[in-house]
Nanobody
Framework: QVQLVESGGGLVQAGGSLRLSCAAS????????MAWFRQAPGKEREFVAA????????DYRDSVKERFTISRDNNKNTVYLHMNSLKFEDTGVYYC??????????????????WGQGTQVTVSS
């Protein structure tokens, strides 16, 4: 079992920055692909960014490219999401997710095996 705990959310003005962290316990994340998803009120959970277990590959949804960066530190068993130039439409609950045993990155929630409880990000316009 892997337990994931997100932190770093909060209220920020448009144009500002936040860094989300996802700390894992129970098992090493070194063999898991990791991702961030988000969910706005009344909307479905959507893919934001993912990083391969080795850190060798990353991918992002188009609307956050050039603004968000996903990274991981396997020694600290932690994944990060650096968010710059935040927009009102980035508002939502951000979830960290872990996928075991995958060859390539996955973009749908059902592919992921473990989830954190989420952290709220609110961007004021």
């Amino acid at each position: 079992q892997v337990q994931l705990v997100e932190s770093g959310g909060g209220l920020v003005q448009a144009g500002g920055s936040l860094r989300l962290s996802c700390a894992a316990s129970g098992r090493s994340l070194s063999s898991y692909n990791m991702a961030w998803f988000r969910q706005a009120p009344g909307k479905e959970r959507e893919f934001v960014a993912a990083v391969k277990w080795s850190g060798s590959s990353t991918d992002y949804r188009d609307s956050v490219k050039e603004r968000f960066t996903i990274s991981r530190d396997n020694n600290k068993n932690t994944v990060y999401l650096h968010m710059n130039s935040l927009k009102f439409e980035d508002t939502g609950v951000y979830y960290c997710a872990a996928e075991r045993g995958a060859y390539g990155l996955s973009y749908v929630p059902t592919a992921y095996d473990y989830w954190g409880q989420g952290t709220q990000v609110t961007v004021s316009s």
